[in-house]
C-alpha cells in the first residue's frame, strides 16, 4: 500500500499574529516521513526551492491555495492510499450569531478575523474543520492519519470543538487516526526549537521509541505525547480507529551478490534473450505475427501451454526486430522499458519500471507512483512524459503470477484495469504485451476487460512442428561449426511427436548433448543423445543426479549428498512449488532468505544451506533453479528453472503427491501473510475464522514455527486479535461496559442458575436490590460524565462489599442506577450484614451530593427478598419481592433497607 503526506506549516499571517516555529516544525516532520516513513511522496506548503530540494517556507499560504492542495491530496493523489496530513499555524474558533454553534478553522495567511468586541464571530478565508471533515468522508483514502498543532499564541480551537466538528474520526467504518493539541488558556505555548506538541510528536518519532520491530504507530506516538505533554498546559487528542496504522518503520536492507548463469548456444530451461536471438529458430511466424499486431492493438496477449516459448518469441525474437528495423530504415523509435512479472505486488512491478524511465519533476502531483495507484485517468497520464515520436513496448511476463502469487485482489483489479486502458487512450504511445499460460484462460473470464481483448487480440503460439522444429534442432549447433548426425534428429524428433509442451525438455536435452558432445569432430551423435536418456529422460537424469550427487557433473560421480542435504533440497523444492487444485501445480518464487532458515536460524546451517543453493556441486550450478534480484537493493530470490521440472522430475512429481492439502493451506497462510504485509501489519489483515481455526489444528502437529520461522510472529499475532475479540465479545455479551459488572442478560443467567442450585440442595437464597436516591437530580446537576464516574465509583464499593464475606455472592447493574446483589446460601440474617456493609462503605466514600434532599452526600435505598427455592415459586417471584422492599424503602424516607421474606 503506498503513502503520501501533506505537510504544512503556516508562520506569515496578513492579521493574525506572525509565528516563529510553523515552519520548523512543519520541515522537521517533513523529513522524518521521507526517510523512515515509507511515504513516496511528501508535499510541503508553502513550498519554498532551497537551491537543491524543495522545503517548508517561511512566505505566505492563501486560503484557496490550502483549499486546492487538500481537495487535490485527499480526492486525487492518496486515492486507495495512506494518507498523512500534518497542520501547524493558527485555529479559530468562532460564535455563529445565528446558531449560537461555534465553528471551528485552520487559518491561512489571508484569513481575516471578524470579532465583537472580544468575541470572533466571523472569518474570512480559513479552512472549515466541518468541511475538511466532508472532504475526508467523501474521499476514498484506506488509511488516514491527521496531525493539528494549533495550540500557538493567541488563538486556538479547544478539545470538545475538534470533537463535536470532526466526526469522521469516530466512525468504526474507517481506517482514521487523529492528534492535536488543544488548549485550555491563551498563554503562548512554543518551544526552544519547535511547538511543544511538536517537539513531542517529533520525541515520539525518533527511533528511540519504535517497538522492537522498529514501528511507531498511531497508538504508541499518541501515548507517549500524552505523557510528554502533562503539565505543560496542552491537552492532547486522540480520536479514531487508526491503532494499527504505522507512521514509520526504522529497518535496513542486505545486499546479496546476484548468481551469473553459464553461456551456452541451446539455453536449456532459461529463455532466450536478444543477446541469444541469433541462436533463436523456429518461431518466425509468430514473431511477425506480434510485429504486424503492433500496428493495431496497444494491448496483445500471447497465449501458448507452459513450455511452449512465449517469452523468448518476445525477447529473442520481436524486439531484436524492432532494433533491427530502427537501424536499417529508421523506422518509428520503439524505447523498450524493463519486463516485468506480476509477481506477488504487480503494481509495485509497475510503478518500478515506469519510475526508472521515465523522468521526475519537481511537483509531487507526477509522481509516477501516484499515477499508478492512484490517478483517475491511470496511463493516459504517462503520455506527458513521453516523446510524441516514439514509441514504448512493456513486457509483461508470466501474467498468470496475478492470479498465482498476487492474493490482493483489489490490486489485481487495479493492475488489470491499468494496463488494458492502454487500448482506449487515443494515439497511446505504450505497448504491452502479456505472456500467458493458455490453462489460465478461465479466471481471465472474471474480468470483462481482459476477456474482451483476450477475445480480439490475442495470438496463440501453435506446436512445433516440420522445419520449424528441425531449425531449433539444427540451427544452433551450425551457427558454432557443429553438425548432427540424420540419425540423432530423425530419433529427436520422434521423441517429441507433437506434444507442445516439450519445448523445455528439448532445450535442455540439447543442452546436456553439447555437454557430451565430440569436440574433435564438432558433432551431436545419436550414441551421446540415447547416453543422456532422450529428450524426456535427459531433465529427470539429470535432476536425479543432483539430487543425489555433489560431483553430478562427472559421468560416473562418486560423492553421494547425505540425508540431510537430500531433505533440505526436497523441502526447497516444494516451497517453489504453489499447490494447485488437483494436479494443476505451478511455481512460485521465494525469497533466498526463506530458504537459509529452513532449519532456523543456526548459521553453520545457514552456510551449508547457501553453498547448496549457490556453490559448486549446488543446484544453482545444477541448472534446476535459478536466483535473481527484481532491482538493486531488492532482496535476492530463488525459483524453479523452468516449470518442467514440475512435471519433468519423477522424484519431485511423487513428493508433489505428499500432503497436498497440507501444502495448498500453507499456501494460503503465506498469501494472507503477504498481505497483511503490503497493507503495513494492518491488524484487519491477520487470519480469523475458518483459516485460523485450520491453522490452529495443524500448527503443533507439523512444527510449522520451525519450518516457516517466519510466519511464527503472523500466527502468534492472529491469536492474539482472536483472543482480544473473544475477549471483547465475551465482555460485550456478559458485562456492562460502564461499570464492569455483569449485565442484565448475564444476571438473569446467575440468578436461575443460583435459584436451581439453591433448590436442589435446599439452601437459602436472598437478593438485594439497591437503588441511587435522586439520581436524575444528581446528573441534572453535576452532569451525565459526573453520573458516570458515580455509578462506576458505587459498582466498586458493592464488589468490595461482598467480596469481604466470601467467593459466593454476585453483583450486576440491574438497570440505569439500579444494582443488584444474589446472595447464594445467604440467608436473612447474613443478608442483613451484607446491607449494612454496603450502607456502611457508601458513608465512607463521601460522594458530594449537595442538591440531595436527604444528606450532603450520595446515598442508597435497598430492598432485601430471602427464601429457599421451591417448585412453588421462581426467580421472578423473588425478583417481585425484593422489588416490593425496595419500593418501601423509598416510601419510608429512603437511605434505608427493608427485607422481606416469602
Not at 492542495?69 to 498523512?84: G, I, M, T, Y
Not at 529508421?330 to 523522468?359: C, D, T
Not at 444528581?778 to 453520573?787: E, P, R
Not at 444474589?822 to 460522594?847: R, W
Amino acid at each position: 500500500m503506498k503513502r503520501y503526506a501533506l505537510v504544512v506549516g503556516i508562520t506569515q499571517y496578513d492579521e493574525l499574529n506572525s509565528l516563529k516555529k510553523p515552519a520548523e516544525d512543519a520541515e522537521a516532520v517533513a523529513k522524518v516521513l521521507e526517510e523512515w516513513g515509507n511515504v513516496q511522496d511528501v508535499k510541503r506548503l508553502p513550498e519554498h526551492w532551497s537551491g537543491d530540494r524543495y522545503e517548508v517556507g517561511k512566505n505566505k499560504l492563501t486560503g484557496k491555495v490550502l483549499i486546492e492542495a487538500l481537495r487535490k491530496f485527499l480526492l486525487e493523489q492518496a486515492v486507495n492510499s495512506e494518507a498523512l496530513i500534518y497542520f501547524s499555524g493558527h485555529g479559530v474558533a468562532i460564535l455563529e450569531s445565528l446558531s449560537q454553534q461555534r465553528e471551528g478553522y485552520l487559518a491561512a495567511s489571508d484569513c481575516r478575523i471578524i470579532r465583537d468586541s472580544k468575541t470572533i464571530i466571523g472569518q474570512q478565508n480559513g479552512i472549515s474543520l466541518r468541511g475538511l471533515n466532508n472532504l475526508i468522508l467523501q474521499s476514498q483514502v484506506s488509511s488516514l492519519v491527521v496531525i493539528l498543532d494549533c495550540c500557538h499564541a493567541g488563538t486556538f480551537l479547544d478539545k470538545d470543538l475538534v470533537k463535536q466538528t470532526l466526526t469522521a474520526f469516530q466512525s468504526s467504518e474507517r481506517d482514521y487516526y487523529l492528534m492535536a493539541a488543544c488548549r485550555s488558556n491563551e498563554q503562548a505555548w512554543e518551544g526552544e526549537n519547535y511547538s511543544i506538541f511538536t517537539e513531542a510528536l517529533l520525541q515520539g518519532l525518533s527511533q528511540n521509541n519504535a517497538r522492537s520491530d522498529g514501528v511507531i504507530s498511531c497508538d504508541r506516538m499518541a501515548d507517549f505525547i500524552d505523557k510528554e505533554l502533562k503539565h505543560s498546559g496542552q491537552e492532547p487528542i486522540r480520536l479514531g480507529l487508526g491503532r494499527s496504522i504505522t507512521l514509520v518503520k526504522y529497518q535496513t536492507n542486505i545486499k546479496i551478490p546476484i548468481v551469473v548463469s553459464e553461456d551456452c548456444p541451446y539455453q536449456g530451461l532459461r529463455y532466450f534473450t536478444k543477446d541469444k536471438a541469433n541462436f533463436f529458430f523456429g518461431r518466425d511466424k509468430v514473431v511477425y505475427q506480434l510485429r504486424q499486431k503492433l500496428e493495431t492493438s496497444s494491448f496483445i496477449p500471447l497465449i501458448g501451454v507452459s513450455g511452449s516459448g512465449k517469452s523468448s518469441v518476445v525477447r529473442a525474437g520481436l524486439i531484436p526486430l524492432l532494433e533491427k528495423e530502427m537501424l536499417i530504415n529508421g523506422a518509428s523509435r520503439w524505447n523498450i522499458l524493463e519486463s516485468i512479472k506480476p509477481g506477488f505486488s504487480p503494481l509495485s512491478s509497475l510503478a518500478i519500471v515506469f519510475q526508472a524511465f521515465f523522468p521526475r519533476t519537481r511537483q509531487g502531483n507526477t509522481n509516477i507512483k501516484q499515477l499508478i495507484y492512484h490517478d483517475f485517468n491511470g496511463l493516459e497520464s504517462l503520455k506527458n512524459f513521453c516523446c510524441e515520436e516514439e514509441k514504448y513496448l512493456l513486457l509483461i511476463d508470466q501474467f498468470e503470477e496475478i492470479f498465482t502469487l498476487c492474493s490482493d485482489e483489489e490490486e489485481r483489479q487495479r493492475f488489470i484495469d491499468l494496463i488494458t486502458q492502454v487500448v482506449e487512450i487515443p494515439n497511446c504511445p505504450l505497448v504491452i504485451i502479456t505472456t500467458m499460460r493458455a490453462d489460465f484462460i478461465e479466471p481471465c473470464l472474471s474480468y470483462p476487460n481482459l476477456h474482451q481483448l483476450i477475445q480480439t487480440s490475442a495470438i496463440y503460439m501453435p506446436p512445433l512442428t516440420g522445419k520449424d522444429l528441425r531449425a531449433v534442432i539444427i540451427e544452433p549447433a551450425k551457427l558454432q561449426g557443429h553438425n548432427l548426425e540424420d540419425e540423432l534428429i530423425l530419433e529427436i524428433v520422434q521423441d517429441l511427436g507433437r506434444e507442445p509442451g516439450l519445448l523445455p525438455l528439448l532445450e535442455f536435452a540439447l543442452t546436456k548433448l553439447w555437454d557430451e558432445r565430440d569436440i574433435e569432430k564438432h558433432s551431436l551423435t545419436l550414441e551421446q543423445y540415447q547416453k543422456i536418456k532422450g529428450v524426456k529422460g535427459a531433465l529427470n537424469h539429470h535432476a536425479e543426479k543432483v539430487y543425489c550427487y555433489k560431483d553430478f557433473e562427472k559421468e560416473n560421480p562418486t560423492q553421494k549428498r547425505d540425508n540431510q542435504q537430500k531433505n533440505w533440497i526436497k523441502r526447497i523444492f516444494l516451497r517453489l512449488i504453489r499447490t494447485g487444485t488437483g494436479n494443476k501445480d505451478t511455481r512460485q518464487r521465494v525469497l533466498k532468505a526463506e530458504l537459509l532458515m529452513l532449519d532456523g536460524e543456526d548459521r553453520e546451517k545457514q552456510e551449508a544451506l547457501r553453498e547448496l543453493l549457490e556453490d559448486e556441486g549446488g543446484l544453482v550450478c545444477g541448472r534446476l533453479i535459478v536466483s535473481g534480484q527484481d532491482r538493486e537493493n531488492s532482496e535476492p530470490w530463488i525459483d524453479l528453472a523452468h516449470e518442467a521440472l514440475i512435471e519433468g522430475w519423477d522424484t519431485l512429481v511423487k513428493w508433489r503427491e505428499e500432503s497436498r492439502d497440507l501444502r495448498r493451506l500453507i499456501d494460503e497462510v503465506r498469501d494472507a501473510h503477504q498481505k497483511w504485509i503490503s497493507k503495513g501489519k494492518n491488524d484487519k489483515y491477520l487470519m480469523m475464522g475458518g483459516l485460523l481455526d485450520e491453522v490452529k489444528a495443524i500448527w503443533e502437529a507439523h512444527k510449522l514455527a520451525k519450518e516457516f520461522p517466519f510466519l511464527q510472529k503472523f500466527y502468534e499475532q492472529s491469536l492474539e486479535r482472536e483472543e482480544i475479540e473473544f475477549e471483547q465479545l465475551y465482555f460485550f455479551f456478559n458485562f456492562d461496559s460502564l461499570t464492569g459488572l455483569f449485565n442484565r442478560r448475564r444476571y438473569d443467567e446467575k440468578l436461575q442458575k443460583a435459584w436451581d442450585k439453591c433448590k436442589q440442595e435446599q439452601k437459602p437464597l436472598s437478593l438485594i436490590l439497591a437503588d441511587i436516591d435522586y439520581f436524575k437530580i444528581y446528573n441534572d446537576t453535576y452532569g451525565h460524565l459526573v453520573g458516570d464516574e458515580c455509578l462506576k465509583k458505587i459498582a466498586q464499593m458493592l464488589k468490595k462489599s461482598i467480596n469481604i464475606f466470601d467467593d459466593l455472592p454476585i453483583v450486576a447493574r440491574y438497570g440505569g442506577e439500579e444494582f443488584s446483589i444474589i446472595l447464594p446460601e445467604y440467608g436473612q440474617e447474613k443478608s442483613i450484614q451484607v446491607a449494612k456493609k454496603i450502607m456502611n462503605e457508601l458513608q465512607l466514600l463521601k460522594i458530594t451530593y449537595s442538591s440531595s434532599p436527604l444528606s450532603d452526600y450520595m446515598t442508597l435505598s435497598l430492598g432485601i427478598a430471602c427464601t429457599i427455592p421451591n417448585k412453588n415459586s421462581s426467580p421472578d417471584r423473588l425478583l417481585s419481592v425484593a422489588d416490593q422492599a425496595l419500593y418501601r424503602a423509598k416510601v419510608e424516607g429512603r437511605n434505608r433497607f427493608i427485607v422481606e421474606e416469602f
